[in-house]
């Protein structure tokens, strides 16, 4: 199916209003996972040319993908990878997970940006950071796009890493996502090590229920992100 290629617009439109001058693009995988982290890529790609096929991870082949993300690692100016590992998410909730993997990322970077656009219609991350949130960012701008690429082929790579110990799980194939296979091991098998237990899957299977964790969170005890949410400056 074609689709438009990103652009540079919400790019150029921070750099007009705001004076921003190094934006970094931030998009997230693995916040639908069963099992693994949620990684979070922040990339900083300039205004040149994207590599040619670049969009969403989601809508390339795995081999075009992994093609691209080791195009995109000496094409973009630089970039940086977070994780919030299983533990965190169980313990803090994805919204706090996700604010601990982009804020590992964005620190990460070689320099500080001005400026983040942040893929979705939520702004998980909140002050200090200036944000722009962009619906479907990592299809319409060029620096989330990259970051899409990069985290998804990285996270991709470590559940499969995750996975040589656990092979019934497939975690090659389905990157911890739910999929039959998955669901066909977690009924006989129960959770890995990586299972994110506080997760109601496990509601489903009576055999292993009594591992679930009760969120930490769940009394009211979330940690606060400051900011408004789709933060439009």
Same mark, same amino acid.
């Given at each position: 199916m074609p689709y438009e290629p990103p652009t540079h617009t919400v790019e150029r439109s921070l750099r007009a209003t705001t004076g921003a001058k190094i934006i +970094?693009?931030?998009?997230?995988?693995?916040?639908?996972?069963? &099992?693994?982290?949620? %990684?979070?890529? +922040? +990339?900083?790609?300039?205004?040149? !040319?994207?590599?040619?096929? =670049? %969009?969403?991870?989601? $809508? =390339? *082949?795995?081999?075009?993908? %992994?093609? $691209? &993300?080791?195009?995109? !690692? %000496?094409?973009?100016? *630089?970039? &940086?990878?977070?994780?919030?590992s299983h533990e965190e998410i169980d313990n803090l909730g994805m919204t706090a997970a996700l604010r601990i993997a982009a804020v590992r990322a964005l620190e990460a970077l070689p320099v500080r940006p001005d400026a983040v656009i942040l893929d979705g219609k939520h702004d998980y991350l909140g002050t200090p950071w200036k944000v722009r949130t962009v619906i479907k960012g990592d299809q319409s701008c060029v620096a989330v796009a990259a970051a899409s690429v990069i985290a998804k082929v990285q996270r991709d790579k470590m559940m499969a890493e995750l996975g040589t110990e656990h092979a019934d799980f497939g975690f090659a194939a389905n990157a911890g996502y739910p999929s039959p296979v998955h669901k066909a091991a977690l009924e006989v098998r129960g959770p890995t090590p990586y299972h994110r237990l506080s997760w109601a899957y496990l509601d489903a299977l009576p055999q292993w229920r009594h591992l679930k964790k009760a969120r930490s969170w769940a009394d009211g005890s979330v940690p606060k992100i400051e900011g408004q949410l789709g933060f439009d400056f």
């Open positions: +970094a693009g931030v998009d997230e995988v693995g916040r639908g996972a069963w &099992a693994g982290p949620v %990684t979070v890529c +922040a +990339a900083v790609t300039g205004l040149r !040319r994207p590599p040619q096929g =670049l %969009t969403d991870s989601k $809508l =390339l *082949s795995v081999k075009r993908r %992994t093609e $691209l &993300a080791e195009e995109l !690692r %000496t094409w973009v100016t *630089s970039y &940086a990878l977070g994780h919030a």
